[in-house]
């Protein structure tokens, strides 16, 4: 069963705090990607992943790092928490064929809060 | 500025009737084009996608146009019915050795009345 999962589902941080947000998936998608949903703004790429160590910057990559040190997992940091990264982020995998974009599948999405 | 523009924030349409969702994008690279359904709380999900290679794509009730003259895409929607009921996001991307950043527009909020 093709998946792509999140944890955690719902989290509420403080202001300046770490937060790590976890994804993973099992269909071997070279291509991983974590945008944040907003009201009125749809998706808003963060960061793209194209393997494992080879990551972009997507639209809107300040106030966050990721890592890839696993194909099948993808994290998403924020050092130092503010309350402008209150939103929800999905995660979301592709597979490269080499010629032509793919499918994404994006997980259940996390929920993030920061007071 | 937004890359990937829907001018509609909601649209609502009766059961059984036809509807339109529109798209504007501004990078005239782009190549790969696709509308995703999100029901509230759940993830997007892919409902079709077109190539620049052809204008028209057709999947049962849904059928993309693309215009890239007018850098212009959309969504017809044929026999609309209440479980149609979601948001739908275009998005656009230009394919980079396989993989495509996608670059979504804001969404429209569709509800079918039944």
């Known amino acids: 069963d093709m998946k792509v999962t999140q944890m955690p589902r719902y989290l509420i941080k403080r202001m300046g705090e770490n937060v790590l947000l976890e994804c993973g998936q099992d269909m071997s998608h070279e291509t991983m990607y974590w945008y944040r949903q907003d009201p009125g703004l749809g998706l808003q790429l963060i960061y793209i992943?194209?393997?494992?160590?080879?990551?972009s910057e997507g639209d809107i990559p300040k106030g966050y790092r990721v890592s890839r040190k696993k194909r099948e997992h993808f994290s998403l940091i924020l050092d130092s928490a503010k309350t402008n990264q209150t939103s929800v982020y999905f995660c979301?995998?592709?597979?490269?064929?080499?010629?032509?974009?793919?499918?994404?599948?994006f997980g259940s999405g996390t929920r993030l809060t920061v007071l | 500025g937004q890359q990937v523009k829907q001018s509609s924030p909601s649209l609502t349409v009766q059961e059984g009737g036809i509807l339109i969702l529109n798209c504007d994008y501004e990078n005239d690279m782009f190549d790969y084009f696709a509308w995703y359904k999100k029901y509230p709380d759940n993830s997007p999900t892919l409902l079709i996608s077109?190539?620049?290679?052809?204008d028209k794509r057709e999947d049962g009730r849904f059928t993309v146009f693309l215009n890239k003259s007018g850098k212009h895409f959309s969504l017809h929607i044929t026999a609309s019915q209440p479980e149609d009921t979601a948001v739908y996001l275009c998005?656009?991307?230009?394919?980079?050795?396989?993989?495509?950043?996608?670059?979504f527009g804001e969404g429209t909020k569709l509800t079918v009345s039944s």
């Open positions: 979301a995998s592709s597979l490269s064929t080499g010629s032509s974009a793919e499918t994404l599948y």
């Open positions: 992943s194209y393997d494992v160590d080879s990551n």
């Open positions: 998005a656009a991307g230009e394919n980079q050795g396989g993989s495509a950043k996608l670059i």
């Open positions: 077109v190539r620049s290679n052809v």
